[in-house]
């Protein structure tokens, strides 16, 4: 086996492995770890350009870590999921039913959302889940099979280390009148009543939000960014 085949069956296994950590600090830590080896060893690649990821998010569900916010999937490690608010690279699913609801004591499921890129040219950003999503799938063959070289995927790229990522607070926009609702629907898919508005809370105040501290985007980039509903990181905003 080669060294890049090596280090891409490495981080398959680092998404396979449960992530059953009660507390909240050590969840935190955990997620760092996680999230900053895929920052920081890893590249996305697609028509023959590479990006770095320098903005991303962590998301995960299970027993122990009953984040409600979390989009539900059921898929192997390492996949590209697509949901209504962007794209994740998936932690491996565990997802139990009873009567057609997730089962909320026997199910996990996760992955990383990606907020942002940088192409390795170090002057196109690409700021924004949406727009990250927009720019990888933009452009395939719709007569016949594409190639490759059309689909974006992971390649090993050291670019730094975990000094090298600051942690935040996630972005999650919603007004407190229409928390209640959103708690509804959220615990809607599951067996039995997994969060209330102060679990929700609770949970937006994690810092699960990951960010290069050692680039920052140009001012056009990130005042585009900073508009509603994606702002940019405090990280990139700071004097």
């Known amino acids: 086996m ?12 680092r998404l396979e492995s449960p992530l059953n950590e009660a507390s909240k600090e050590k969840m935190e830590d955990k997620a760092k770890e996680i999230v900053s080896n895929l920052m920081l060893n890893y590249v996305i690649t697609k028509g023959g350009k590479e990006y770095e990821i320098i903005e991303t998010e962590f998301y995960y ?14 898929m192997d490690s390492g996949r590209f999921f697509f949901h209504q608010s962007g794209l994740d690279i998936t932690f491996k699913s ?4 009873i009567n057609e609801k997730i089962d909320s004591q026997k199910s996990a499921f996760g992955g990383i959302l990606i907020r942002a890129l940088r192409q390795m040219d170090g002057k196109t950003f690409i700021l924004g889940p949406i727009n990250c999503v927009n720019h990888l799938w933009d452009n395939f063959n719709a007569l016949e099979e594409p190639s490759v070289s059309e689909y974006p995927y992971l390649r090993p790229n050291s670019i730094g280390n975990i000094e090298c990522i600051t942690a935040e607070k996630r972005h999650y926009p919603i007004d407190d009148a229409k928390k209640a609702d959103k708690v509804k629907s959220l615990n809607a898919k599951f067996d039995k009543e997994v969060g209330k508005i102060e679990d929700l809370n609770k949970w937006l105040e994690c810092k699960y939000r990951f960010v290069r501290n050692d680039i920052k985007p140009d001012e056009k980039s990130l005042k585009k960014y900073n508009r509603k509903p994606y702002p940019c990181p405090k990280t990139w905003i700071k004097s």
Request: proline share 3%.
């Open 61 to 74: 569900y299970s027993p122990s870590h009953q984040d409600i916010t979390v989009y539900d999937r059921d």
């Open 94 to 97: 565990q997802i139990e039913r």
């Open 2 to 13: 080669n060294e890049e085949l090596k280090k891409l069956k490495e981080l398959k296994e």
